[in-house]
């Protein structure tokens, strides 16, 4: 058979799912940090808020986009019904939590008082939650076994890392818009270098992810075919990681210590590549889940993907 | 109670499409929808090439990966072995199509007619329409159930009585004196991806 | 079906009748709930299908509803015509419809009845027989011809099988045979005349060890499932026949005397002076060599017949020479094995492709497993009897016969199998559909039982049409628009009517009336009978009014059609024979015989009518009915078995007139009994009846014997030369009166003697299990299917040579041949297709605006065959349908 001929790809979950794992990242991202920057104290006080701000809403635009790709929406009820074995089922309830104690912690954090050991264990399961909300994007897909590629094992540690720098980015950009610069010029400057070690460390595991994919051949179908897409390489890979890396090295090197002279414009456009590039990492993923080859009696018999016809046009009806 | 199970015997089957099409006609499926697939592969290399058809289908596994991974219960596994979607249970994640290794499950989100649209159904289409709605549904996944509707009245699934090469063999797994466990015994029959460990209860017999 | 569907539905039953998209005439049932047809499934009871039918049959739903069907009678307002041209088709009533119809043949009748051209559709062979048949005869020309024409099935294969097992085709008795050869043909493996039982026949054989050995310049079903492939180049199989059959004879020294002495013509006594029978002074009966006696004897002399196995007689001379009137004479056969030698092994290779090793090879494995001298005894209705066993045959069809040296090579292919004595018995080759018959014992017919001639050779007593393949018709002086009287050979030519002189050559062959009106029953002879061009311009734009009973308006009835009446489909309708007559699509082997029928599942949709009806109509009208009923009385007596008895013949005085149920209720009662009508026999769709053993493996149960020298040609050619140059006939075709001689040959094709390099490629023809000729593809479920298929819909193509052009899968692609026709198509890329070759499959590619489900899918291959001369067999005038072309990027 002609190499060049593609096999079949899954073609059920596009871009609603896309959204959803991305904001499910994102989400839980900037939660942890958020949380994880309230235990260390002030100084790091409105990348808190922020974080805060995103964690819970981000979670919830999220859902609906899942529930807008259900076939059925109305029995979304049913989602939880299994968590034994589902994981879909256990992110129904991993997500479920996690917006309850965002929400709370949010409430609790920006309009009481209440601090100290409550907000502490509330902050404490809430990372926790968060954590498994970002692994949780990835295991949903690592336990299909409709598709190799996403089985590599390889496929959650890649979302949890790109679940953190987007959480990150979103911090950056969201205190780029809020902020005064006075305040937050320092920790803007760490934040950065934070990013660029961020983003060289999922550099890493998305090449380690192909070259994994690269030695089996159901994952090479896909991974040939992610490298294709212009999206991956260009929206993703350079403008997704690389632009953003070399933006938060200059950001981090042009600052003084105190942080004056900030450019909040390349703060903010370097976060919102990065997100973007999130958000097709995780349609390519998707899109590119190509179905198992079934071996048989030395023959391989792929699902051949050859353009079919589009539906028949009108034509001409005979005279009736 | 009988374990419901299939034999295909490639030697016999000569990728003719019957069984797809009874199928279809059977169940009514629209556009795009193969409970029972026929796929083509090709091996060696001139002049020593050889083709094969390989139907499919779902192979209604002891353990389906389907049902593992239904987060609302839908997809369950009857006391004869075959595994079904309750429609009403089906929120439509689709989650059960990306874990299914063959590929057996598909979903429509509405019942499409083969002919170009903006023309009014044919009384037929019409019929396939409603009955399609009713047993399958939109909105939620769908599959082979080997028939289990015929099974029930004493008839063969529609793409085993179908076969003009009467290349597939439809039985009782739990009966060792069973026509299909005979033959897997006697032939070495295979299942598809074994290594999955979803025991498929589909069982090919090599083609020479 | 929920319990909810169920409460809804008061009606639900299963109707048993006969599927109609092919000619193999398959047994079917067919689902009706609340008058809606909703599934379709195979009959049990009609041994043809057995309960089984294919991919095609369970699509008809949608062919039945299909909402681009024709519903009501259409006249086209453009009175332009040709390809491309809108033929502003209006609805007009049945009454208006009726009355120009019946105008226009009034007027050609004053003109002349000839003028009247009936062109059918093979796929509807049933029907044929009927309202063409019988309007030609009451009506009163004998112009007819079934779609395809020159590059119809028949003109190659049915000839000579006819010649050589009084049947259409032959193939292996699936049930016995151990090793078989198949040239060409899909038989088993999607198509043929039995598509679905012999499927079920070859998968059983398969099952038990049974060897197909496949020659195909592509892995073809038959090839994937064959015990091995071997790729040939297109056009070749005759070489490669002879190639074998000189190994077997004179490289391995296999043949079956016995029945080469009893039961061909290999002793007949032949004359050197001018390759003639050697004839007895007195009785003139050709004349054989009585080894014991010593001397010369009547080729049917008891002393040296064996009409059945254990009869004994003296053996008769195969070899050597011997003096009869002091004239030196030679047996046929020894003439044959010397004519042969010139095939060998390394020749054949050069020719087909094929390693002369492999030719030895399978000779030498053909000839061992023919077990030559082992029998069997079989339960004749006389009791047991001893036949030879020679479980191997050669089998092959629209491949091989597809080609300017059609009839040679068809039966090059088939001797083979004489060679070994494997013809018509016990695990041989036998005639198909199964062509002898004693009949029902209640009535005695069908009978089909083969006859001597005075010559010994066989005659086959019933046959489809009027010619039967022997004896020979004499050529007369041309009647017919194809000049067809002159050409005993041919079924049907192409060459003469397509030709652009075609009018100057009637008028030299003083012919006295021009085309006038065609009707046209299904066929959508624009795409199935070559270049569109050709066909629409030279052909059917010289008539003056065209009118097509069809399911569709195809790219037939845009181009050219005048009236288009909307037929019922098979499932609208009544044929009351359908599997017969016998010698067309009969279930193969022991199984019963089986006479199926057709019957409505609904009625008739719209208003839409039975062909068969409105042709009683018609002729009502004209004042012919009772014509009419004597064309099919005489129709049913040639070609069903019998004639009619009084008590059951259609008046042929007109004074009664006969419904369409009662004609096919007086056929049924007369063919089974007053007990055994169309009531009786649409309970089950089929009446059955055992076969005889001695039906099943005749040969050793009949005295005739087949020619394996063909001296009866010699005469025949000289004739029609004869005739031709009276004509000045080479004034327009310079015809090669050479082929009509004893001794088979292979001749090349266009294709193998091309010499423009850049046409490099050698395109084929092959029909896939889902689409018949042109007729399925508007179906969606099956054009579905076919985008499902990697192929069908392609044009598949060897990766290497792919690459070496730099085409890459799913490309574009132009093929053009020599004489600079072109289509178009996308290559798919397969490692199982001969370098050289390019393979398109069924009659595809459609471009009418009325079939837009079948619009622009796949190759239209056909626009690459020529219909001149050159690209047909001057034997059988059989047209070429391997083609050289050059392929390139289409953008
Ligand atoms: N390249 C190539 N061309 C070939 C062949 C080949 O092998 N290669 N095969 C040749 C052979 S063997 C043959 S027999 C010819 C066949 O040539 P055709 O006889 O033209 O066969 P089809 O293309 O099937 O056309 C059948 C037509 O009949 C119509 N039809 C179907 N059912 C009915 C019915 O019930 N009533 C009416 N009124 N119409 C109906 C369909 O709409 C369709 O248009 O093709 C020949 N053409
Ligand atoms: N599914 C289906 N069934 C049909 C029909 C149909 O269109 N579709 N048509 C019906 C009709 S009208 C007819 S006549 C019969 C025909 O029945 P078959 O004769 O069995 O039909 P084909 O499939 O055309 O057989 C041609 C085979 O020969 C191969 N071939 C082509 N050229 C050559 C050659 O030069 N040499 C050799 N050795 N092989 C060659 C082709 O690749 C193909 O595999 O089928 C009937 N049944
Ligand atoms: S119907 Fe039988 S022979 Fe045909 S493709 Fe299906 S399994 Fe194979
Ligand atoms: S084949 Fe797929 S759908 Fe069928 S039971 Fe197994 S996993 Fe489930
Ligand atoms: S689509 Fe339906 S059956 Fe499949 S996993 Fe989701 S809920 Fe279960
Ligand atoms: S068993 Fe029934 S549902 Fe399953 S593939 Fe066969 S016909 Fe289709
Ligand atoms: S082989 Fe021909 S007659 Fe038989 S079911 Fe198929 S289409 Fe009908
Ligand atoms: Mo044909």
């Known amino acids: 058979m002609d190499p060049k001929v593609n096999g079949q790809i899954q073609t059920e979950w596009g871009w609603l799912v896309a959204i959803y794992l991305f904001l499910g990242g994102v989400g839980g991202g900037a939660y942890t940090i958020a949380a994880v920057n309230g235990f260390m104290g002030e100084g790091l006080a409105l990348s808190t808020r922020v974080g805060l701000w995103i964690g819970f809403p981000a979670l919830l635009i999220g859902s609906l986009f899942l529930l807008a790709d259900l076939g059925s929406p109305m029995r979304a009820v049913l989602a939880g019904m299994k968590p034994a074995s589902s994981w879909i089922a256990r992110g129904f309830w991993i997500i479920t939590v996690f917006m309850i104690l965002a929400f709370l912690h949010l409430v609790l954090y920006l309009y009481t008082d209440i601090g100290g050991t409550v907000l502490d264990v509330i902050a404490g399961a809430g990372i926790v939650f968060a954590v498994l909300t970002m692994a949780y994007t990835g295991i949903l897909l690592g336990a299909s076994k409709g598709i190799p590629f996403w089985r590599t094992g390889v496929v959650p540690v890649v979302f949890v890392v790109s679940a953190v720098v987007t959480g990150h980015f979103t911090i950056m950009l969201g205190m780029t818009l809020f902020g005064e610069v006075a305040v937050m010029g320092t920790s803007l400057r760490t934040m950065a270098l934070e990013a660029a070690i961020l983003v060289a460390l999922e550099v890493l595991v998305i090449l380690f992810f192909l070259q994994a994919a690269f030695k089996l051949p159901d994952p090479r179908e896909s991974a040939e075919r992610i490298l294709r897409r212009r999206s991956f390489v260009v929206g993703y890979f350079i403008l997704g990681l690389a632009v953003p890396f070399v933006l938060m090295l200059v950001v981090y090197g042009s600052l003084a210590q105190d942080g004056a002279g900030i450019s909040l414009p390349l703060v903010a456009v370097g976060a919102l590549l990065g997100l973007v590039g999130g958000l097709i990492l995780r349609q390519s993923v998707l899109v590119c889940g190509a179905l198992p080859t079934l071996n048989i009696a030395g023959f391989q018999f792929r699902r051949i993907a050859r353009p079919k016809e589009r539906k028949p046009s009108m034509g001409m009806l005979p005279p009736q | 109670m009988p374990r419901w199970g299939m034999v295909i015997d490639l030697k016999r089957c000569y990728g003719c499409y019957a069984c797809v099409m009874a199928c279809k006609v059977a169940n009514h499926s629209p556009p795009g929808v193969f409970w029972a697939r026929i796929l083509k592969g090709e091996s060696g290399s001139f002049p020593n090439t050889v083709r094969q058809a390989l139907p499919v289908l779902c192979m209604q596994c002891d353990e389906p990966s389907c049902m593992e991974v239904c987060p609302t219960g839908a997809t369950q596994q009857t006391d004869d072995g075959i595994v079904i979607v309750e429609q009403d249970k089906c929120m439509g994640c689709k989650y059960c199509i990306m874990a299914c290794p063959y590929g057996a499950r598909y979903s429509v989100e509405k019942w499409e007619s083969y002919f170009p649209d903006g023309l009014p159904l044919s009384p037929y289409e019409e019929f396939a329409k409603r009955a399609w709605e009713e047993k399958s549904g939109c909105g939620v996944a769908t599959k082979c159930d080997f028939c289990r509707d015929r099974i029930a009245e004493g008839r063969e699934p529609a793409c085993v009585e179908a076969c003009p090469a009467d290349a597939r063999i439809f039985g009782d797994l739990a009966d060792p004196n069973s026509e299909v466990s005979i033959l897997i015994k006697q032939n070495r029959g295979e299942v598809l991806h074994p290594e999955l460990g979803n025991k498929p209860k589909v069982y090919y017999l090599a083609p020479r | ?891």
């Not at chain 3, 050559?505 to 009978?529: A, H, Q």
């Not at chain 3, 049913?636 to 013949?649: F, P, Q, T």
């Not at chain 3, 369409?660 to 063919?671: F, G, I, N, Q, S």
């Not at chain 3, 060897?798 to 070496?804: L, N, P, V």
């Open chain 3, 1 to 891: 079906m929920t319990a909810a569907t169920q409460n809804r539905i008061e009606e639900d039953v299963w109707i048993p009748t006969c599927c109609g998209q092919c000619y193999c005439m398959c047994g079917i049932k067919v689902r009706r709930q609340n008058g809606v047809v909703t599934e379709i499934a195979g009959n049990p009871d009609a041994p043809s299908g057995r309960g089984h039918t294919c991919v095609k049959a369970l699509a008809s739903p949608h062919l039945l509803y299909d909402p681009y069907r024709v519903n009501y009678p259409l006249k086209r307002t453009n009175p332009e015509k040709g390809l491309g041209v809108d033929p502003k088709f209006v609805r007009i009533s049945w009454e208006e419809a009726l009355d120009t119809i019946v105008h226009k043949l009034e007027a050609c009748r004053e003109k002349d009845p000839r003028g009247a051209y009936f062109q059918a559709t093979t796929t509807q062979a049933s029907e044929i027989r009927f309202g063409v048949i019988g309007f030609m005869k009451g009506f009163g020309t004998p112009n007819y011809w079934v779609s395809g024409g020159g590059l119809h099935c028949g003109n190659g294969a049915h000839f000579m099988n006819g010649i050589m097992h009084a049947a259409w085709s032959i193939i292996p008795d699936f049930a016995h045979c151990n090793y078989a050869l198949n040239f060409g043909c899909s038989k088993g493996h999607g198509a043929g005349h039995v598509a679905v039982q012999n499927a079920t026949q070859a998968a059983d054989a398969r099952a038990r060890g049974f060897k197909n050995i496949v020659f195909d310049p592509f892995q073809s079903a038959q090839a994937s499932k064959g015990h091995e492939w071997v790729p040939i180049r297109v056009g070749t199989d005759g070489a490669l026949a002879l190639g074998l059959i000189n190994s077997l004879l004179n490289e391995h020294g296999i043949y079956d005397a016995e029945y080469l002495m009893y039961k061909t013509n290999a002793p007949y006594l032949i004359r050197p002076s001018d390759g003639r029978y050697m004839r007895d002074k007195e009785t003139n009966k050709p004349l054989v060599w009585d080894l014991v006696d010593n001397g010369p004897k009547a080729h049917n002399d008891p002393s040296v017949t064996r009409v059945e196995y254990e009869d004994v007689a003296h053996e008769v001379a195969l070899l050597g020479s011997y003096p009869v009137d002091g004239v030196e004479c030679r047996p046929a056969f020894d003439l044959l094995k010397e004519h042969v030698k010139k095939y060998t092994p390394e020749y054949v290779e050069q020719v087909t492709w094929v390693p002369a090793a492999t030719v030895s090879r399978i000779a030498k494995e053909f000839g061992e497993a023919a077990e030559i001298g082992s029998t069997v005894t079989i339960q004749t209705s006389k009791g047991p009897k001893k036949i030879p066993k020679r479980p191997v045959a050669t089998h092959f069809f629209r491949g091989t016969q597809g080609h300017v040296n059609s009839g040679w090579t068809c039966l090059s292919v088939d001797l083979v199998n004489h060679m070994v004595g494997a013809a018509d018995t016990w695990g041989g080759a036998f005639g198909l559909g199964a062509a002898v018959g004693s009949g029902y014992e209640g009535t005695g017919k069908p009978y089909q039982i083969p006859y001597p001639c005075p010559d010994g050779l066989m005659v086959a007593k019933t046959w489809v049409y009027d010619h039967v393949p022997y004896p020979m018709r004499v050529p007369k002086p041309p009647t017919r628009l194809d000049l067809h009287d002159m050409f005993p050979t041919s079924i049907y030519n192409a060459f003469t009517i397509t030709s652009p002189r075609w009018m100057e050559l009637l008028e030299r062959f003083k012919i006295p009336y021009k085309p006038d009106v065609m009707i046209n029953f299904g066929s959508n002879s624009v795409m199935t009978m070559g270049n569109a061009e050709a066909v629409t311009e030279n052909f059917l734009k010289q008539f003056n009014f065209i009118f097509s009973f069809q399911l569709y308006i195809t790219e037939f009835e845009e181009a050219v059609a005048d009236i288009v009446l909307p037929d019922a489909c098979f499932l609208e309708r009544y044929t009351p024979a359908v599997s017969f007559p016998s010698t067309f699509s009969h279930p193969q082997g022991e199984d019963d015989w089986g006479w199926s029928i057709r019957q409505p599942v609904v009625e008739p949709l719209y208003e839409r009518r039975d062909f068969n009806v409105v042709m009683l109509d018609i002729c009502k009208r004209l004042g012919i009915l009772g014509k009419y009923y004597k064309g099919l009385n005489d129709s049913i007596g040639i070609r069903y078995g019998g004639e009619m008895d009084e008590k059951y013949k259609l008046v042929e005085d007109g004074s009664v007139e006969h419904s369409w149920e009662d004609v096919c209720d007086r056929m049924l009662k007369d063919r089974f009994g007053e007990e055994h009508g169309l009531e009786h026999v649409r309970q089950k769709g089929v009446f059955t009846w055992p076969k005889k053993k001695e039906d099943v493996y005749w040969k050793w149960f009949n005295p005739v014997r087949v020619p394996v020298y063909f001296e009866y040609f010699i005469d025949s050619g000289e004739q029609i030369a004869k005739l031709w140059d009276d004509f000045g006939g080479q004034d327009f075709f310079d015809l090669d009166w050479s082929r009509f001689k004893a001794l088979a040959d292979w001749y090349p094709c266009p294709t193998h003697t091309e010499t423009k390099s850049e046409y490099d490629m050698h395109a084929f023809y092959w029909r896939a299990v889902m689409h018949c000729n042109s007729m399925t593809q508007q179906n969606p479920y099956l054009d579905e299917m076919s985008q499902e298929d990697p192929y069908v819909y392609a044009v598949q193509m060897h990766q290497d040579t792919a690459a070496e052009k730099g085409l890459s899968d799913g490309d574009h692609v132009w093929l053009e041949n020599p004489e600079g026709h072109r289509v178009k198509g996308w290559v798919a890329l397969t490692d199982g297709i001969e370098p050289h070759h390019l393979a398109i499959a069924a009659v595809a590619g459609h471009w009418g605006n009325y079939m837009p489900i079948a619009k622009g899918k796949g190759t239209f291959f056909n626009d690459l065959v020529e219909m001149d001369l050159p690209h047909t067999d001057p034997l059988t005038f059989n047209q070429d349908i391997c083609v050289r072309v050059k392929i390139y990027k289409a953008n």
